[in-house]
């Protein structure tokens, strides 16, 4: 079998690269359109402007007496006194709520809010976060090169979870809380 060239097989003859020049059209059509509705607006401007106000009706005054009709004014009937039983009850009412009592685990919860290759990075971060008030510390795990910044230890998750609102507020994202292990 021969050894055939696929390359040149499929090029065929080879099409100028000249871009056609489109000859220039200038819009007339869209100008005259907008010259016509730039006048018809200010001709309807000036036609307002010189329209004068109607003059207004003089007031007419009613010399006749109006009417007077001697109708009986009948009295409404006096409202009944309502007695609600809340109103007596309710002060002397105590309302017994049993709290979930919250459940403190032996491991404490900590906060991630970063991983960075430089420590630079990661203490930019850590100045972030303490720009809001809450103290952070930066780890190198060994044999690593990663700098973690890290909050915490939270006895609470609640604890934690309210300052990464507060990291969320100031838009210091990502945060991940874990259970702390070591």
């Known amino acids: ?80 006194k309502e007695e609600w039983d809340y109103v007596k009850s309710l002060p002397n009412k105590e309302i017994e709520v049993e709290a979930k009592k919250q459940v403190v685990s032996t491991v404490p919860y900590i906060m991630q809010c970063g991983a960075f290759k430089s420590l630079r990075q990661a203490e930019e971060r850590k100045v972030n976060i303490a720009f809001q008030g809450i103290s952070s510390k930066i780890r190198k795990k060994e044999g690593s090169s990663w700098y973690k910044v890290v909050l915490g230890p939270y006895k609470l998750k609640r604890n934690a979870e309210k300052d990464k609102h507060v990291l969320q507020r100031a838009k210091i994202e990502p945060c991940a809380i874990w259970k702390e292990t070591q």
């Not at 065929?12 to 010259?35: E, I, M, N, Y």
């Not at 106000?53 to 005054?61: A, L, S």
């Open 1 to 80: 079998m021969a050894n055939r060239d696929y390359v040149k097989r499929g090029q065929g003859t080879r099409k100028s690269t000249r871009s056609k020049k489109t000859p220039t059209r200038k819009p007339w059509k869209a100008g005259l359109l907008a010259v016509l509705l730039l006048g018809g607006f200010g001709y309807g401007l000036y036609i307002l402007s010189n329209d004068p106000e109607p003059p207004i009706p003089p007031e007419v005054k009613q010399t006749s007496k109006p009417k007077t009709t001697t109708k009986k004014k009948t009295s409404l009937p006096e409202l009944p």
